[in-house]
Each structure stands twice: as C-alpha cells, then as structure tokens.
C-alpha cells in the first residue's frame, strides 16, 4: 500500500515535472517567433558593417541591440520620427529627461520628453547620438527604432529579410 502511494506520488510529481518543461519549450519558441533576431547576423566588407534582420511572423522586423551598453529589443519603425523610448525604461537606459513636446503617434497626440542616446547598437552597427523620445504611453519594454536612427543606415528589403549597412 505505501509503495503504491509512493509510485502515484513519484508519477504526479515527472507529470509536473513534464509539464513545465514543456512549457519552457515553448515559451522559448514562441519569444523567437516574436523576435529571431535576438543576436543578429552581422558581416564586415569593403568597409560597410551589414546586419541581417530576418521577418517575425507578423512580418515586423524585431532586433536584440543595445542602448548605453544595456541590452534592448527594438521594433523597427520607419513610420517613426524617432527613437521612442519606453518612459519606464529612461533610468535603466542612462537616459536624461529633456524638453518636453508633442507628438502625434497612431495612437493620437502624447506628451513626451526628448532625449538624446549616447550609443545605440544592433549588431556590430553602433550610432552615436540618436535623437529619441521617452514615452510614457509605452507599457511594453520594447523600443520603437525610428528615423532618428535608421536615416544614418542604408537598408534594403530582400524577400523576408532587411538589410542594415552602416553609411
């Protein structure tokens, strides 16, 4: 009797024990369906770093990459005026609390502080002072890579692929 008692126990316990490794299997798959490009592929020549950013399934193009050394995700936004920069994040970031302004985002007009990144980086391509926003509508943790940035790259689109070269 204790042994049957016993081996229930053990099996409810591998049960458990299964469960959560598959559900660290997928929460796994599922982040790099969102983001594939958590280390992007980046490439030297002829003096042009390149980065390749391959599509998430929705089809945006989602980076690993860094700002004042701290690691961030960006969502590519060419729809973006600048860099925004998720309020919350500022600290965390090394980033200061400028003038404030206006803008008129797809969400409508907001309030935000201006700021300025130091060192923005995705992959081995690295831009110095980048005009950004702190937005304080932003709950998420991902950043809004705009054209503040992505003015001082070339970049080109090739089936489910973006190419980033540094000019």
Avoid at 78 to 93: D, K, R
């Amino acid at each position: 009797m204790q042994q049957s008692k016993m081996g229930k126990g053990m099996l409810i316990v591998a049960w458990i024990i299964g469960l959560g490794l598959l559900t660290l299997l997928f929460d796994d798959q599922l982040a790099k369906q969102f983001n594939p490009n958590v280390e992007p592929i980046s490439s030297f020549s002829q003096g042009v770093q390149e980065v390749r950013l391959k599509q998430n399934r929705a089809g945006h193009y989602v980076s690993g990459g860094a700002i004042n050394g701290q690691p961030v995700v960006f969502l590519l936004d060419t729809g973006a005026t600048h860099v925004s920069v998720p309020m919350h994040l500022a600290e965390q970031l090394n980033l200061q609390k400028g003038r404030a302004s206006w803008v008129q985002t797809a969400n409508g007009r907001l309030q935000v502080a201006q700021t300025n990144i130091q060192r923005l980086s995705i992959g081995d391509i690295q831009l110095d002072n980048v005009r950004a926003n702190l937005n304080p509508g932003f709950k998420e943790n991902e950043i809004l890579l705009g054209m503040s940035a992505l003015k001082q790259l070339e970049f080109s689109q090739k089936g489910e692929w973006l190419i980033l070269r540094n000019l």
